[in-house]
Nanobody, 124 residues
Framework: QVQLVESGGGSVQAGGSLRLSCAAS????????MGWFRQAPGKEREKVAA????????YYADSVKGRFTISRKDAKNTVYLQMNSLKPEDTAVYYC?????????????????WGQGTQVTVSS
């Protein structure tokens, strides 16, 4: 089992920045690819960014490319999502997830463990 706890969400005005953190415990963090997902009211959960176990490869949704950066620090068992130039359409609950194998391009079902989510609200 892997336990994931997100933090860093909040309310910000358009153009602002937030950094989300996801702390992992349980099994060896470095064995897992990590992803950030988000779900807005009435919409399906979508993958925002993902990073391989090594950290050498990343994935970004087109809607966040150039604005969001995913990173990981295995010594701290933590994955981060730096979000810059936030837009109202980024408003959602953000979840981190862990998956085994090369899953950074895979969909939601490929991820085995999920955090409880953190709310991000961007006002115009």
């Amino acid at each position: 089992q892997v336990q994931l706890v997100e933090s860093g969400g909040g309310s910000v005005q358009a153009g602002g920045s937030l950094r989300l953190s996801c702390a992992a415990s349980g099994r060896t963090f470095s064995n897992y690819a990590m992803g950030w997902f988000r779900q807005a009211p009435g919409k399906e959960r979508e993958k925002v960014a993902a990073i391989t176990r090594s950290g050498r490869n990343t994935y970004y949704a087109d809607s966040v490319k150039g604005r969001f950066t995913i990173s990981r620090k295995d010594a701290k068992n933590t994955v981060y999502l730096q979000m810059n130039s936030l837009k109202p359409e980024d408003t959602a609950v953000y979840y981190c997830a862990a998956g085994q194998g090369y899953v950074i391009y895979a969909s939601t079902e490929a991820y085995d463990y999920w955090g409880q989510g953190t709310q991000v609200t961007v006002s115009s």
